[in-house]
């Protein structure tokens, strides 16, 4: 349910797999990753369940030409399951590893709405109130609420839908973007419906938000960001990058994301356009630090917190969607999807289970999302009772 990356091209016919890269995608690297943030290791599940999700998850990435991904399974009394599979470089061939920096998309969202709840319980922000009132030149803006920004219903059009601007990024992925360049493509299109009046995934709504943030606070998104939401967690190595940098060590990330639709290495094309809807980077280990904080509003007060969590229905069966969290099934947090790469932070309420997933490619098998093939996979054998919905072609021919 994460669109913080570009529409797709028409869909081309891909060249094969090199038989090199086939035999590196299916190496199992594995390993436990550092607990951090003061946990315990926890230990893994019974070997045979831990069997189970290995021999799945290489199977997965075989069918699927994914080069590389970290899974993060934990529950509480029960046990966890933390490994890479593939490779994080599909041209040395290096492996994938639990600790490698990765982008995020979308999970970015969860760091920004804080930022925007924090200034609520300050008592400078009000839920209610108007975006204009902190950003001019909105259509609607008068009748747009900050609430409606972060539940995804303003109406407001997406800009990455823009056909214009998608194909200036496809001939120039290096080029940057700021975030009134971003509001100017979206408002050359009429508002798609009345505010409130539905769900819609728009990332113009995280950029209208992320300009609050700067505005109200006076400072930059990615400095306020990480003096009020990432360090108060210790989440060292999470950072919202103002550029196309990425620290070491990364994951390489692939992408058909291409004016003739082939697979390229999209590391190091800048996400500017991304910005406060979907540029943050991230690994594992912090990722499993925040899912919990965020669900419980540790950074936050209770108040603020319960309006957070009411979600709504967006018209997907089983989804619904709060101030900046998703529910997928019962999985609450977020998924993120931008070119070159893929990630999962949920938690489940029912046994405390927090999942992480991250990939090092946004490259659809059949149509159908990467993350959410591996968040289905891992769940349907591990948490049987409550797995990650099966996906469905996202861009059907």
Known sequence: ??????????????????????????????????????????????????????????????????????????????????????????????????????????????????????????????????????????????????????????????????????????????RAYNPRRLLDIAFAHPPTFKPGAKWQYSNTNLILLGMLVEKVSGRHLSDYLQEHVFAPLKLKSTSLPTGAAIPDPHAHGYTDFTPDGAITDATAWNPSWAWATGAAVSDMNDLRAWTPALLDGKLLTKKTQAERLKTLPTGVPGISYGLGVLDTAGWIGHNGDLPGYEAVAVRHPDDKAVLVILLNSNVNHQDKNLSSLVAHTVTSIVTPDHPWPAPTPVNPE
């Not at 995608?25 to 999700?53: I, M, N, Q, Y």
């Not at 009748?143 to 409606?148: A, M």
């Open 1 to 174: 349910m994460s669109r913080s990356r570009p529409a797709r091209a028409p869909r081309r016919r891909r060249a094969a797999v090199p038989a090199t890269v086939a035999v590196l995608l299916a190496a199992l690297c594995t390993g436990t990753a550092p607990a951090g943030h003061g946990s315990a290791p926890a230990k893994d599940f019974d070997a045979t369940t831990v069997e189970r999700v290995d021999g799945a998850l290489g199977k997965l990435l075989k069918e699927t030409g994914l080069p590389g991904v970290t899974v993060g399974l934990w529950i509480p009394g029960r046990g966890s399951y933390v490994k890479s599979l593939g490779v994080a470089d599909t041209k040395t061939g290096t492996p994938m590893k639990t600790d490698l920096y990765s982008r995020v998309g979308s999970i970015t969202k969860t760091f920004t709405v804080t930022g925007v709840l924090q200034l609520v319980d300050q008592g400078k922000v009000g839920l209610d109130d108007p975006i204009s009132r902190y950003v001019t030149g909105v259509p609607n803006g008068e009748h747009i609420t900050v609430r409606q920004l972060a539940e995804l219903r303003s109406g407001l059009f997406d800009y990455i839908d823009d056909k214009q601007w998608q194909t200036d990024l496809r001939d120039d992925p290096e």
